[in-house]
């Protein structure tokens, strides 16, 4: 993707103008925009057709490059493919989402259906359909909008008051205008309408902790009235992360068929919020974390281990705080390279700690570190931090599926294990069926011959034990996909 900034004089003048224009500058730029995004709605089927697009459904193929979250890091990165549907009924704030697939040592077949009081999160390989207390329509919709311009135009058309115009740029030779829009969720998105066909070609945003997101709309075709694009691209970072292909699209046809849970599917408990919370698993053993990540915290003799390196370790350290106030954090243990297991790192150096990773990941520790600085220790096989009772064993239980290199941490006198990315136990319910990233850990304990009772991961808030683990392998469904 060739993008070359001509121009950011809206942008410019909001920081720098005088207090005499300080009106006119922010009015222009609303003008511009609206006379923009008229432009845009027209070529995209027209304010009569995309008011009428009350539903839509889509089946595509997903191509994805595991940027930053590959066996190994650095290029090239993996690829794998997944199924995915998808059903909108805008008006009634209907949502039905599916991916099956296999990647990153998981094998997946998944659902979620956001209908009111309806709605549910399914798996089908494990049989089972959970309520969820809080459905979220805009959360879950979200990304199917962001890679649809017919949506993102629908969503200018409600919106058009809050959309700027910053600027124009070439993008491949072309030249385009550039709008904002803000959704009900998530950052604030740039919109690139190439200036002759006025069709949205590019947009862009920033997501921690993952950085420059870039999204390429291509070969666009009408469908009843509508221009739809057939191809999509997404890059992190400037590299290349999935690619859609659209298998079919349908406009304003009926979506009641797709939100009734099937009748063979197990009833469990409802999936709510996961709260962020501090939670004494052992004396002196804290699991601090929400909302999917998770991370624990080992008080030793004069200092502490904290173990996970998820987003949000500066909000669980600050808890940690609130437990063992006189303690500093000696110890910064990052389980694997993953783009989503690293960010802690900044907030690490920070606390001036010693972070604990693989030499094989230096380079990716320390870009997210953002500092030079960061003090590192690398390990290989297995290191003990602490003696006596109060240990904590690391060991690599690596190669996996999953990641060539990823560390465990074993306190032997708790018999806890803290894992990441390979015993991903349901929120509720009963264990989902082993993927194959479990087996190869389940494989990793035995040879080790850990004993313990307490198993915790970066994900989640449940403690599992081996009971849990050994039911997730004697699964139907674990066997039937090859998982064991």
């Given at each position: 993707m060739k993008r070359k900034i001509i121009l950011l004089v809206a942008a410019a003048a909001l920081l720098t103008g005088s207090a005499q224009g300080a009106d006119?500058?922010?009015?222009?730029?609303?003008?511009k925009a609206n006379e923009v995004i008229d432009a845009a709605i027209e070529a995209h089927g027209g304010a009569d057709a995309l008011d009428e697009l009350k539903t839509f459904v889509q089946e595509s193929k997903f191509t994805n490059h595991a940027v930053g979250q590959s066996r190994k890091p650095g290029k090239p990165w993996d690829q794998n493919q997944t199924d995915n549907f998808v059903a909108l009924d805008i008006e009634n704030e209907i949502f039905v989402g599916r991916v099956a697939g296999q990647g990153g040592g998981f094998t997946f077949d998944g659902g979620t259906i956001i209908n009111g009081e309806q709605s549910y999160q399914i798996d089908y390989r494990g049989n089972t359909a959970a309520p969820i207390a809080e459905p979220d329509y805009d959360t879950n919709s979200g990304p199917t909008i962001r890679i649809t311009p017919a949506l993102l135009m629908k969503q200018l058309m409600a919106r058009r008051q809050t959309s700027h115009w910053l600027g124009e740029a070439e993008v491949d030779?072309?030249?385009?205008?550039?709008?904002?829009?803000?959704?009900?969720?998530?950052?604030?998105?740039?919109?690139?309408?190439?200036?002759?066909?006025?069709?949205?070609?590019?947009?862009?945003?920033?997501?921690?902790?993952?950085?420059?997101?870039?999204?390429?709309?291509?070969?666009?075709?009408?469908?009843?009235g509508i221009a739809l694009n057939q191809r999509f691209k997404l890059f992190v970072n400037g590299d290349l992360n999935l690619v859609i292909d659209?298998?079919?699209?349908?406009?304003?046809?009926?979506?009641?068929?797709?939100?009734?849970?099937?009748?063979?599917?197990?009833?469990i408990p409802e999936v709510t919020p996961q709260d962020f919370a501090s939670n004494e698993i052992?004396?002196?053993?804290?699991?601090?974390?929400?909302?999917?990540?998770?991370?624990?915290?080992?008080?030793?003799a004069d200092h502490v281990v904290a173990i996970g390196g998820t987003q949000g370790a500066a909000e669980r350290i600050k808890a940690l705080r609130e437990e063992i106030p006189d303690k500093p954090i000696r110890y910064g243990v990052l389980t694997h390279h993953h783009s989503d297991h690293v960010p802690a790192t900044a907030d690490y150096a920070a606390e001036?700690?010693?972070?604990?990773?693989?030499?094989?990941?230096?380079?990716?520790?320390r870009a997210a570190a953002g500092t030079d600085d960061v003090k590192l220790q690398f390990v290989e096989d297995h290191l003990t931090l602490g003696s006596g009772d109060r240990r904590v064993e690391l060991y690599n239980v690596g190669p996996t599926p999953h990641a060539e290199n990823i560390l465990i941490a074993y306190l032997p006198k708790e018999g806890i294990i803290f894992e990441a990315d390979h015993f991903p136990q349901a929120q509720t319910g009963p264990m989902p069926p082993a993927v194959p990233a479990t087996v190869a850990f389940a494989a990793a304990l035995d040879r080790l011959d850990l004993?313990?009772?307490?198993?915790?991961?970066?994900?989640?808030?449940?403690?599992?034990?081996?009971?849990?683990?050994?039911?997730?392998?004697?699964?139907?469904?674990?066997?039937?996909t090859g998982s064991r």
């Open positions: 006119s500058v922010p009015l222009k730029a609303v003008n030779g072309r030249p385009h205008d550039i709008i904002t829009l803000v959704m009900e969720v998530g950052p604030a998105l740039s919109l690139y309408i190439d200036r002759q066909s006025h069709m949205l070609t590019r947009m862009e945003r920033v997501l921690p902790p993952f950085g420059q997101v870039e999204y390429a709309f291509l070969d666009y075709e009408m469908v009843d659209e298998l079919q699209q349908k406009i304003n046809t009926p979506v009641e068929q797709y939100t009734t849970v099937p009748s063979s599917m197990q009833p052992d004396e002196g053993v804290f699991l601090i974390g929400g909302n999917g990540a998770y991370g624990l915290f080992v008080e030793m001036g700690t010693i972070v604990i990773t693989f030499k094989e990941n230096e380079e990716v520790v004993r313990y009772s307490k198993l915790v991961g970066a994900h989640s808030a449940r403690i599992g034990s081996p009971a849990d683990l050994e039911a997730m392998l004697a699964h139907p469904s674990a066997a039937a």
